[in-house]
């Protein structure tokens, strides 16, 4: 069983302020690293598939690293807003694999 | 775009009834569909793989006749929880491949719950 975790569980943050949070993962049979991002009552919207690494993306104010020999990803929102409040959800795929998910990071952005 | 539609977004149901889902992608075609559950603060776990035109791949520990999948079309597949009882209140998400099989598009998801 594949062990993936995000942390923190949860995070409240006031507006303006930048923060992060972690996804952890098997640093071995490593393909791809996903990360969603889940409003309440919406679809899960894809953000990233990272596979390299060292890589870094970038969509608008949030961006992501990774770092697949010590098993790990940061997510990063610049400047957060409120549209921001969401689930964020990581998911690690390895070689001809399916997604094994975090339990996600709630993260609510206060106005 | 990739849009999946999900319905019914909520069920409640009695206890020894059968439930469907339907799972369908609008705007492209899925050769491959995905079903997961997911219960209360807990990840989202992969119950099976559905390929168009052929049976369903269940995961390890998830009864294929008590969820049965049939993905009868490009755009469309479908969950039947039979004989529902309340353990199987959850919360069920589809998602489907859009080409590549990495890249998976979900569905706004199904709360069941049973009664």
């Known amino acids: 069983i594949l062990n993936v975790e ?6 409240h943050v006031q507006e303006g302020d930048s923060t992060n949070f972690t996804c952890s993962f098997p640093s071995s049979n490593f393909y791809a ?4 991002r889940w409003e309440t009552a919406k679809s899960p919207e894809a953000l990233f598939v990272m596979t390299l690494n060292g890589d870094e993306k970038k ?5 992501a690293t990774l770092n697949t020999k010590e098993g790990y990803s940061y997510l990063y929102i610049k400047g957060s807003q409120p549209e921001d409040s969401a689930t964020y959800l990581c998911a690690f795929k390895s070689s001809g694999d399916k997604l094994t998910f975090g339990t996600g990071t709630r993260l609510a952005v206060r106005p | 775009g990739a849009v999946v539609s999900q319905h019914p977004s909520r069920v409640i149901c009695k206890s020894g009834t059968s439930v469907k889902i339907e799972c369908r992608s609008l705007d492209f075609q899925a050769t491959t569909m995905f079903w997961y559950r997911q219960f209360p603060k807990q990840s989202l776990m992969l119950m099976a793989t559905s390929n ?13 006749d008590k969820f049965l999948i049939n993905h009868a079309s490009l755009t469309l597949s479908t969950l039947t929880v039979t004989s529902a009882h309340p353990e199987d209140s959850s919360f069920y998400i589809c998602s489907a491949a859009k080409g590549k099989i990495d890249e ?3 569905g706004p998801g199904t709360r069941l719950t049973v009664l």
Not at chain 1, 33 to 36: A, D, G, I, R, V
Not at chain 2, 52 to 64: D, L, M, N, R
């Open chain 2, 52 to 64: 168009e035109g052929s049976k369903a791949t269940y995961e390890q520990g998830v009864e294929k």
């Open chain 1, 59 to 63: 969509k608008g104010r949030i961006s």
């Open chain 1, 6 to 11: 995000q942390s923190p569980q949860s995070l």
């Open chain 2, 104 to 106: 998976q598009f979900f």
């Open chain 1, 33 to 36: 690293l996903h990360w969603y």
